[in-house]
């Protein structure tokens, strides 16, 4: 299931990403959906990794993980990893913007609701 869930939310950021441009939303939009999708994904890895752990544990993880990612950016490592590596742009990206942290937050708070909703269904048998 988690492995289903990281897929799902890479196509989710694929399809913000298209789905502002073409509507006219500004690219701030895409950004900010992108950041919290971005702490979704770490989160839904985190799940794959550990499938026992607890809800609020993976999200503290996923969010601990985006914003040391985050801070990282005030020294200039992922800026020049980024410009020799797609991957390392896609993870790392290459300048702070402190309002992505807030973004982590929410994306990390709604996959804790999400993952906590998901486990309790399976453990009710209505899964």
Avoid: C
Wanted: net charge positive; hydrophobic share 60%; no cysteine.
């Amino acid at each position: 299931m988690a492995g289903v869930a990281a897929l799902l939310t890479v196509a989710a950021g694929l399809g913000v990403r298209a789905g502002a441009a073409r509507v006219g939303l500004g690219p701030e939009v895409a950004k900010y959906a992108g950041d919290a999708l971005y702490t979704v994904l770490v989160q839904a890895l985190v799940v794959l990794a550990a499938p026992r752990i607890r809800p609020p544990v993976a999200a503290a993880v996923a969010l601990a993980f985006s914003w040391a990612v985050e801070f990282a950016q005030l020294s200039d490592v992922p800026a020049e990893l980024s410009r020799g590596s797609v991957v390392a742009r896609l993870v790392l990206g290459s300048t702070f913007n402190a309002p992505d942290l807030l973004w982590y937050a929410v994306g990390a708070a709604a996959a804790w609701a999400v993952h906590g909703w998901l486990r309790a269904r399976r453990r009710t048998g209505a899964y």
